[in-house]
């Protein structure tokens, strides 16, 4: 069984920056893309990155593009966040993800068929 594992959460300041980890187990894992979404109290799960399983390619939300850069080591079935510049409404449960469905750009929430539990992450002003 195929598990995600999300760390690295935490409290932090305006302009701080963060590194988020996703631990991917289970022998039945063959890889896939990975990607992260976000979610703010009483707002929907939101797209932010997402990256292939052979990390040439990499989409990003609006919002985070040039702040946040996704990353992953295959070796160590591992895909990272890299938070940078955080702002308060970065504030969120950050989820990292499988790409299921591989059609269209991968900001598509139905295309994810697996998620971890979530990390909070807060950015205080």
């Known amino acids: 069984q195929v598990q995600l594992v999300e760390s690295g959460g935490g409290l932090v300041q305006a302009g701080d920056s963060l590194r988020l980890s996703c631990k991917v187990s289970?022998?039945?894992?063959?890889?896939?893309?990975l990607g992260w979404f976000r979610q703010a109290p009483g707002k929907e799960r939101e797209f932010v990155a997402a990256?292939?399983?052979?990390?040439?390619?990499?989409n990003y939300a609006d919002s985070v593009k040039d702040r946040f850069t996704i990353s992953r080591d295959n070796a160590k079935y591992t895909v990272s966040l890299r938070m940078s510049s955080l702002k308060p409404e970065d504030t969120a449960v950050y989820y990292c993800?499988?790409?299921?469905?591989?059609?269209?750009?991968?900001?598509?929430?139905?295309?994810?068929?697996?998620w971890g539990q979530g990390t909070q992450v807060t950015v205080s002003s």
């Open positions: 990256i292939t399983w052979s990390g040439g390619s990499t």
């Open positions: 289970g022998r039945t894992f063959r890889g896939g893309d």
């Open positions: 993800a499988r790409r299921a469905r591989i059609s269209g750009p991968p900001d598509n929430r139905a295309d994810y068929d697996l």
